[in-house]
């Protein structure tokens, strides 16, 4: 069902069709829309009359123009739903923080650079017009990574100049001009960026018949811009290209997915199978084959990494308006008292009162990680206790270094299990299903000793197994193609892993909760590194055991310990490339706090219960949906 | 003429290694059409222009002496005087490149040229024109003949079956087609010969010609022609000893286009005179 009401933040650079992208979308599934623009430019004011002429539905679409200053008053309004911004990283960055806890959800589409890799088998003139296309046109957002091969080098850079040479820059509406101007800001950002990058070393070369009056800026190359340099981290901006070697397509790819930008990329190559390589290893939201800008409503436009993760376009975009039927709205569980700074970062000492009495329980678990159990870091392990408050057992308590080291085993199993087919995977949860079959009776107990009842306790064991079976399944169907009206060719909608995935799994439903979230994870390619249940990890401790046999090393790992501790841990890391958090409302704060850090995906239940037995809630597309990150690849054909 | 292509070793790893990607070719033909539009004062500029690069062009069954003549005129006076008084250009010496018939006719329109005092070339097209499936003797005898009569540059008509098995020869000028195919001159085509020739050069130095024929007809269109190769090859290019438009019907275009400029109204067929 539709979200409500959207606050949009538009940035200036943006053009008429590319407000309409976002704007028609949300109107169309049902919500309203708040646009905040820029004051002092003409395209919003379009937008606003456009807007009173919605004549049968006023207040649908409300245009405001104003500062910057004004975000966070728009964001933080009661009655908003959800906060769409597009813009600049930073302001991103401070919006997340500022959001955190709030009653809107965020959405981030972040950065305007795109990358262009360049091979030896490819058309180069024709790849020269797409560098034109994205960095020397009014068509392009932002400024271009150009990436050669060195084989080529030379040629491409002199055509790149002759090029150059031909572009013309002008007034927009003179008929025939290649490029306009973007405003004094623009300018004064791209000026700063030339100087800091002759300053480091770099050859800037700029051509073009170009007005020498302030707004307006040549086309630029700039190459052996050393990559240690601080204008190499930063985004390029228009209308620049930076131009850089590889040597072979391995090497590009390590250079290409090098930056925190991940937005869109395109491969010049004429041999199909190395372009498919390229296509599918580069970390972007969007990828063209032998072309470069090619855009349209019906493909989900959007980023990954820094350049924040919500959609434009297609299916992806309508979900962003879109929530699950039956969820409440948002609530405010906004705790102005956080200390962001002290959030889980002592861990409450847990001695005991007074000695145990009863039968010495068995030796401690350790955490599991890397495929086997360890001991923790601290050496400490607190004692967990069942519903008539005996001892049920040990656990160990995981500190920062296990995560890191737990973190650093899901890297390294990552590669692989993302390369696995979706058949191998479906296989390896079919497996754990069966195990956690076998293993029914000892689950049943240990959950009996929890206060379940027995029958309960064998359908919770039972529902897990099945539903990492439906997973399994489920995962099967790939990607499917897109049509697109004008393209000769497919477009494919990929559905990629994001990585490591951090899961802190909810206190209540210890085994199905902690199955349920782990199944679609798993399913779709990714690694995790859970923290299990708080009052009984023991049943995901037992799950471990099975794991610890049929799984490669490193594909999911359990760190017990004090869950807020361990969340801020996971929440503050920023090689974790997405989070899910069924804790307290005050640790859902902090964790959407802390994901400006690495503008990492999160999900968090806000301390809202979730009823993991109904499928709806447990098993629902949902949880396959935030399991993945959309890519969207364009094959357009011809000979 | 340029001076003529000294030629080179034939090297086919050159061939070899030249990719092209269809639909991006595609793309940049669109986007010519589009970002170049000239207007007013110049948009009559690039066309007088783009009459000097004309190959005025007959090759019909019925072509005689008479329809000869006045092709042969029409090129001395290719836009009427007045017009031409008007834009202030009647005493710049603005003709038709050359003007182009059949082998038979060259006589005709070489008598024709004397008769009204123009010293434009005839070219001629040989070799079996248009498929080029006669016997090398007959066809280099054709070339001696129109050269004979007066011709001083030919169309060569390749034998495609020596294309097509990859035997190759060498030439000043490339052109796009015979002009008497289904599908002529198109820009995408045009713009993968425009890089050719480009390529050619930097190797080189040699500077090869160009000429689209067949299915040129409205000004509109010529004026792409000349905004693609002043983009690709540079202004260099632009002169009519490396760049020529076969046509016939152009001609009688760019002269409406241009009595609309002077007059503001649009001509009638009868006011303007027949080529």
């Not at chain 1, 100087?195 to 018949?209: C, I, N």
């Not at chain 1, 995790?528 to 099975?546: F, G, H």
């Not at chain 1, 993991?612 to 094959?635: F, H, N, Y």
């Not at chain 2, 260099?236 to 286009?257: C, H, M, N, V, Y």
Request: proline fraction near 7%; hydrophobic fraction near 40%; include cysteine.
């Amino acid at each position: 069902m539709r979200t409500g009401v959207i606050g949009l933040i538009l940035p200036p650079t943006f053009s008429f069709l590319e407000m309409m992208w976002r704007i028609c979308p949300a109107l169309a599934v049902g919500c309203t829309v708040v646009a905040l623009v820029p004051p002092a430019s003409p395209t919003p004011l379009l937008l606003a009359q456009l807007s009173g002429e919605l004549g049968p539905f006023p207040g649908i679409l409300n245009v405001i123009s104003g500062s910057a200053s004004l975000v966070p008053v728009l964001a933080s309004q009661p009655g908003i739903q959800k906060v769409a911004f597009c813009g600049a990283l930073e302001e991103g960055r401070a919006l997340r923080r500022s959001l955190a806890g709030e009653c809107a959800e965020l959405g981030l589409a972040l950065g305007t650079e795109s990358l262009l890799l360049l091979t030896d088998t490819a058309d180069i003139d024709s790849a020269v017009e797409g560098v034109v296309d994205a960095a020397w046109s009014d068509r392009g957002p932002g400024g271009l990574r150009l990436l050669i091969q060195e084989s080529v080098w030379d040629e491409a850079m002199r055509r790149l100049q002759e090029r150059m040479g031909r572009l013309r820059s002008g007034r927009g509406l003179d008929g025939a001009v290649d490029m306009g101007a973007r405003g004094a800001a623009a300018c004064d950002l791209v000026q700063r960026f030339v100087r800091e990058a002759q300053s480091q070393g770099a050859q800037v070369l700029q051509a073009g018949d170009v007005p020498s009056e302030r707004p307006f800026y040549p086309p630029t190359l700039v190459s052996n811009l050393p990559p240690a340099s601080p204008c190499a981290q930063v985004e390029v901006p228009w209308p620049v290209v930076v131009a850089s070697p590889f040597r072979t397509a391995k090497e590009a790819l390590l250079v290409a997915n090098g930056t925190p930008r991940g937005g869109s990329a395109s491969v010049w190559s004429e041999r199909l199978g190395q372009a498919l390589e390229l296509g599918y290893g580069l970390q972007v939201g969007t990828v063209w084959i032998n072309a470069h800008g090619l855009r349209d409503p019906s493909v989900p436009t959007g980023g990954c990494k820094e350049s924040g993760c919500s959609w434009h376009g297609g299916p992806d975009g309508l979900y962003e308006y879109l929530r699950p039927s039956g969820t409440p709205a948002r609530l405010s569980c906004l705790s102005k008292n956080l200390n962001y700074d002290t959030f889980g970062l002592a861990v409450p000492s847990t001695l005991p009162a007074g000695p145990e009495i009863g039968p010495s329980p068995a030796p401690p678990y350790g955490l599991f990680i890397g495929g086997r159990f360890q001991a923790p870091g601290a050496r400490s392990s607190k004692p967990i206790r069942d519903s008539s408050g005996n001892l049920h057992g040990y656990v160990a308590e995981g500190g920062a270094k296990d995560i890191r080291g737990a973190v650093e085993a899901a890297h390294q199993a990552f590669p692989g299990w993302a390369g696995q087919s979706p058949g191998a995977r479906a296989a390896l949860l079919w497996a754990l299903a069966a195990a956690l079959e076998r293993r029914k009776s000892t689950l049943a107990s240990r959950l009996e000793r929890q206060g379940v009842e027995l029958k309960a306790a064998e359908a919770e064991v039972e529902l897990s197994a099945r539903r990492l079976r439906a997973w399994g399944a489920r995962v099967q169907a790939q990607g499917h193609t897109l049509q697109v009206a004008g393209l000769r060719g497919p477009v494919l909608r990929l559905r990629e892993p994001l990585g490591v995935l951090a899961v802190v799994c909810p206190d209540e439903w210890p085994l199905l909760a902690f199955v349920s979230l782990l199944a679609p994870a798993l399913a779709y390619g990714n690694t995790v590194v859970t923290v299990p249940s708080a009052a009984c990890p023991l049943l995901a401790l037992e799950v471990c055991q099975d794991m610890a046999t049929l799984f490669p090393a490193g594909l999911a790992n359990v760190v017990t310990g004090d869950r807020d501790h361990l969340t801020r841990c996971l929440a503050l890391h920023q090689d974790v490339q997405a989070m899910w958090y069924f804790g307290s409302a005050q640790g859902s704060q902090f964790v959407e706090w802390a994901s400006a850090g690495n503008l990492k995906p999160v999900w968090a239940s806000r301390g809202c219960p979730r009823a993991w037995d109904q499928e709806a809630e447990g098993a629902g597309p949902e949880l396959g949906l935030r399991a993945a990150r959309t890519k969207a690849l364009w094959l357009p054909m011809g000979d | 003429m340029s001076a003529h292509n000294r030629g080179t070793e034939l090297d086919l790893s050159w061939i070899s290694k030249i990719q092209v990607n269809h639909p991006a070719v595609l793309r940049r033909a669109e986007q010519i059409q589009a970002r170049r539009t000239v207007k007013k004062e110049w948009q009559a500029a690039w066309l007088l222009k783009a009459v000097t690069f004309i190959d005025l062009t007959t090759l019909s069954g019925d072509d005689t002496s008479s329809n000869i003549q006045r092709l042969c005129y029409k090129a001395k006076y290719p836009i009427r005087e007045d017009l031409l008084k008007a834009l202030n250009m009647h005493d710049k010496g603005i003709t038709t490149a050359a003007v182009c018939v059949y082998p038979a006719r060259v006589c005709d329109a070489v008598k024709a040229l004397k008769a009204a005092g123009c010293n434009i070339p005839v070219a001629s097209v040989a070799t079996g024109f248009p498929a080029g499936q006669t016997h090398l003797k007959t066809r280099l005898e054709e070339i001696r003949l129109a050269v004979e009569d007066g011709a001083t540059e030919i169309d060569v008509v390749i034998n495609r079956s020596l294309v097509l098995t990859g035997q190759w020869e060498g030439s000043d000028f490339i052109k796009t087609s015979t002009g008497k195919e289904t599908v002529n001159a198109t820009f995408p085509v045009a713009i993968v010969m425009l890089r050719a020739i480009r390529d050619f050069f930097w190797k080189t130095g040699n500077k090869i010609g160009f000429k689209p024929a067949g299915g040129i007809r409205s000004a509109k269109d010529s004026l792409a022609w000349l905004s693609l190769v002043k983009e690709e090859l540079g202004d260099e290019w632009l002169k009519p000893e490396l760049f020529r438009i076969g046509a016939s019907t152009l001609l009688s275009d760019i002269e409406r286009q241009i009595y609309h400029h002077v007059t503001g109204r649009y001509a009638a067929y009868h006011d303007l005179p027949m080529s």
